[in-house]
């Protein structure tokens, strides 16, 4: 039985001889072709132009073991890239510190319960006890020391992805590290401070607008952290195995639950004034958007939109605010797309899909 070190480097080899450059670059190629407005046609779908199989049998990680060993998240992180090499798929490869939706919660005293292994998935961060004295108690303290919290454990995760992928130069090249995941401003406040939010916004909205305002901030200090371990890319950068114009990539899932309104004036500043400090991005959201789709097309440095349920939205209005506006859809249903297009609606080479 090989310990964990032995594994990693074995895998890492594994990984080094299979990537070729001839066949990375020109996955390269078509997705700056995408991103940078030079793709024509339809749906941009990238393809791999050959599928590479594993010299060696890859270790099965679960997500419990990654979270509490550096080998093991690299285990994990770089057999999804195995993966995508195996069966050939257009997807870029990229990996990151893996520690669920708490890490920016955890800064502000929120604990992080860890799910029982047979679920094999990321934990979850529980609301703080105390309600309106505790957030005002946050709010005191001013922004959060980065240093605490899972923080630490993401950075120096980082640190170990970059210390080991140091032999390999064509890992180095063709395997990215992507930051990991923040959240959202509205998201992490939700976290934070649990259901109870969605009635204190309207009793306590000044309260609501200092917490979102810590949160930015202390976003911004972890992300000018982050950013001096594994640095942006010059105009592009990866998230998910794809490829998007500007730098980070905000989550909106809360976003569902709030009106038009509400949106503009509780999540969409705080969403800009990241895109502003932090050179553009993307949005995430889950569920329901086209209620306020209009609003988050208007921020500055929007550049791309992931949303994972067309089903749940006026998708129509979702085309005219983003593929209409040059916005990117990436990450979306081949079929709801493709149906769409027997339909007549066009993307004007702004649609992304997946097989």
Same mark, same amino acid.
């Given at each position: 039985m090989r310990d964990d070190k032995a594994q990693v480097e074995m895998c890492l080899e594994d990984l080094e001889l299979r990537l070729e450059d001839d066949v990375e670059s020109d996955l390269w190629d078509q997705w700056i072709g995408f991103t940078s407005n030079d793709f024509k046609g339809d749906l941009f779908l990238p393809v791999r132009r050959k599928a590479i199989p594993a010299r060696i049998k890859w270790p099965q990680v679960t997500v419990n073991e990654a979270l509490f060993s550096f080998e093991k998240m690299a285990l994990q992180q770089l057999g999804g890239c195995s993966d995508i090499l195996e069966k050939g798929y257009g997807s870029l490869l990229d990996i990151r510190c893996n520690y669920g939706t708490g890490i920016m919660t955890s800064l502000f005293g929120a604990?992080?319960?860890?799910?029982?292994?047979?679920?094999n998935t990321l934990p979850m961060s529980l609301p703080l006890e105390g309600g309106v004295n505790r957030i005002r108690d946050l709010i005191a303290l001013g922004v959060r020391d980065i240093s605490g919290g899972l923080s630490e454990k993401v950075f120096d995760t980082a640190r170990y992805f970059i210390e080991i992928t140091k032999p390999y130069p064509k890992i180095k090249k063709y395997i990215r590290i992507y930051h990991p995941d923040l959240?959202?401003?509205?998201?992490?406040?939700?976290?934070?401070?649990?259901? =109870?939010?969605f009635l204190d916004?309207?009793?306590n909205p000044e309260?609501?607008?200092?917490l979102l305002d810590l949160i930015t901030q202390t976003y911004i200090r972890f992300m000018e952290e982050w950013v001096k371990i594994v640095p942006f890319g010059n105009e592009y950068n990866t998230h998910w195995g794809m490829l998007h114009k500007g730098n980070i990539m905000l989550r909106d899932d809360s976003a569902m639950n709030f009106s038009p309104a509400?949106?503009?004036?509780?999540? =969409?500043?705080?969403?800009?004034?990241?895109?502003? =400090?932090l050179g553009g991005g993307a949005i995430h959201f889950c569920g329901r958007g086209d209620h306020y789709i209009a609003g988050m097309?208007?921020?500055?440095?929007?550049?791309?939109?992931?949303?994972s349920q067309p089903q749940c939205n006026d998708m129509e209005k979702i085309y005219q605010n983003t593929v209409d506006k040059g916005i990117k859809l990436i990450g979306f249903n081949k079929q709801y797309a493709e149906k769409a297009l027997q339909e007549g609606r066009r993307f004007?080479?702004?649609?992304?899909?997946?097989?």
């Open positions: 604990e992080i319960h860890y799910m029982e292994e047979h679920f959240q959202g401003p509205m998201d992490i406040c939700e976290l934070l401070w649990g259901s =109870r939010l916004i309207y009793d309260l609501v607008h200092q509400m949106f503009d004036e509780f999540v =969409r500043p705080y969403d800009q004034t990241l895109l502003n =400090r097309s208007q921020m500055t440095g929007v550049y791309a939109i992931n949303l004007g080479g702004n649609m992304h899909v997946w097989n």
